[in-house]
């Protein structure tokens, strides 16, 4: 993310884990899920928990999607992740679609994902 402009602000907890610091529900919500309603963003801001550390530190020794296929989903909108910064990592995986959300599709979109699977799955 160094390379990100406006990169997530995160804080370190001292236990060996890592929040995202600065935020309430309101801000989280126009970064991460503009495209939801109230509703899922005051729901995703009560999940908003710590991570550990580690994930984000520990090289990875064998990246999945390089022996399986793989897809990759582009954001278009996404707040958090610059499409910039997407795109290299789309460039790795099987195939790629770019959807017209958020950043996390999954939840405001999951029709599209659904979608781009089955589409997926009928070719295989």
């Known amino acids: 993310m160094s390379g990100e402009s406006d990169p997530v602000s995160i804080g370190d907890n001292g236990d060996g884990t890592l ?5 309430d529900a309101a ?3 126009e970064r991460f899920l503009q495209d939801a309603d109230e509703a899922t963003r005051h729901h995703a801001w ?21 022996g399986i296929d793989s897809t990759y989903l582009v954001c278009a909108q996404d707040r958090s992740t610059s499409v910039e910064l997407q795109r290299p990592h789309a460039g790795r995986a099987t195939c790629s679609v770019e959807l017209p959300t958020g ?5 405001t ?16």
Not at 103 to 107: G, I
């Open 103 to 107: 950043h996390h599709p999954f939840v």
């Open 46 to 66: 009560e999940r908003v928990t710590a991570q550990s550390a580690a994930a984000f530190m520990t090289p990875t020794s064998v990246a999945g999607w390089q």
């Open 19 to 23: 929040s995202v610091s600065g935020y």
């Open 109 to 124: 979109r999951p029709d599209l994902v659904v979608d781009h699977v089955q589409a997926r799955s009928d070719r295989a």
């Open 27 to 29: 801000s989280f919500g």
